[in-house]
Nanobody
Framework: VQLQASGGGLVQAGGSLRLSCVASGHTFGQAVVGWFRQAPGKEREFVAAIRRITGGSRYADSVKGRFAVSRDNAKNTEFLQMNSLKPEDTAVYYC????????????????????WGQGTQVTVSS
């Protein structure tokens, strides 16, 4: 599976962006697609995840109520809608797929993801 993330850009604080993650090749219906981000000089951190077959989702506390994940299974595409963006949301955003996901509580663990996209830059100006 290859993942292609897109939709990043420059936006003012309070604005919105929608990221897309398109999967090509064999896709797994049971998979979880996660979104992670990494800011300069910081560790990669979990943002959100969605399970393709159920639509079940999980969010980092820092983005709850502002970000929303969704999917279009027919197009093998997941979305990350980001609203009320803050300067601290500035980072490179990556999507990744865990082909054999465990319970919901494990979805934030980047080490469990099998395939990663190339990342898309999100910059939020104050």
């Amino acid at each position: 599976v290859q993942l292609q993330a897109s939709g990043g850009g420059l936006v003012q604080a309070g604005g919105s962006l929608r990221l897309s993650c398109v999967a090509s090749g064999h896709t797994f219906g049971q998979a979880v697609v996660g979104w992670f981000r990494q800011a300069p000089g910081k560790e990669r951190e979990f943002v959100a995840a969605i399970r393709r077959i159920t639509g079940g989702s999980r969010y980092a506390d820092s983005v709850k109520g502002r970000f929303a994940v969704s999917r279009d299974n027919a197009k093998n595409t997941e979305f990350l809608q980001m609203n009320s963006l803050k300067p601290e949301d500035t980072a490179v955003y990556y999507c990744a797929t865990d082909f054999t996901p465990g319970p919901w509580s494990t979805w934030q663990d980047a080490n469990l993801y099998d395939s990663w996209g190339q990342g898309t830059q999100v910059t939020v100006s104050s």
